[in-house]
């Protein structure tokens, strides 16, 4: 599923052909675009944080939610209402829960993926919240803060458990689960921070790995494995451990 911000409009893609599917819009609202795409498999269900092209954006505090049931024809299903725009996420799909942040408050929420409630609210401690990566066994989560990232004991009332400096320029966040690797790339300082997460939520660095300035997405691949992408040059890195 693939949002598009020209024509504010949600596309489905066969990931074996690549073909076009049928393409739907986010929102009766045709100046509200998708920003992120996720796929709720426990409820079998599209969730889309909103942003709006300009002006008031009073209509994107939400978080769009298609039935996916069919998954070649998405029908709008409901909008769950938020204090202000929705940033990042993580889906705990084990438990039913929608993590998300809140931008300018300063929060990071819990939604309940059956109910489409907000269920929790926690503080991680910074205004400028981006990504989000979580360690589903062991229930941290990880919330990007601007120039650093926080562990957030989820289990247990969201309590702060860490942070780690990766200088500025964070978006979204990724980590492997089997490695026990955290990845954040800050694009500012043209870095990647590779940071081991122990049984008590505690980061320890492995390494600060030189990238390209921009490069602020990172994907966690399999082993110890990672891919970043490239805005202006239009490419893909892939770091590997020598």
């Known amino acids: ?68 049931s069919d998954p070649h024809h998405l029908k709008p299903k409901t909008k769950i209402p938020l204090e202000n725009l929705a940033e990042g996420y993580a889906v705990d799909n084990e438990r039913g829960l929608f993590y998300t942040n809140i931008e300018d408050a300063g929060a990071t929420v819990a939604i309940d993926v059956r109910t489409h409630k907000v269920v929790a609210k926690w503080n991680p401690g ?25 562990s957030l004991d989820s289990g247990h009332d969201g309590k702060v458990l860490d942070s780690i400096t990766t200088g500025p320029g964070l978006d979204n966040i990724d980590y492997s689960a089997d490695a026990k690797l955290l990845y954040a790339a800050a694009s500012q300082a043209a870095s990647l921070t590779v940071a081991e997460v122990d049984d008590h939520g505690k980061f320890h660095l492995r390494a600060t790995v030189p990238t390209v300035k921009g490069a602020r997405g990172v994907v966690a691949g399999k082993g110890e494995t990672a891919y970043l992408i490239d805005p202006a040059e239009g490419r893909i890195l892939k770091l590997i451990r020598k």
């Open 1 to 68: 599923y693939i949002g598009n911000r020209g024509n504010t409009t949600l596309c489905v893609i066969d990931a074996k052909t690549l073909a076009l599917g049928e393409c739907v819009p986010v929102s009766a609202d045709r100046a509200v675009t998708p920003d992120g795409v996720v796929y709720v498999a426990v409820a079998r269900e599209l969730w889309i944080t909103l942003r709006v092209k300009a002006g008031d954006s009073a209509s994107a505090k939400s978080i769009q939610v298609f039935d996916a």
């Open 126 to 150: 910074s205004s400028d919240l981006q990504g989000l990566a979580l360690d589903n066994g062991r229930r941290f989560l990880f919330v990007a803060c601007g120039d650093h990232v926080v």
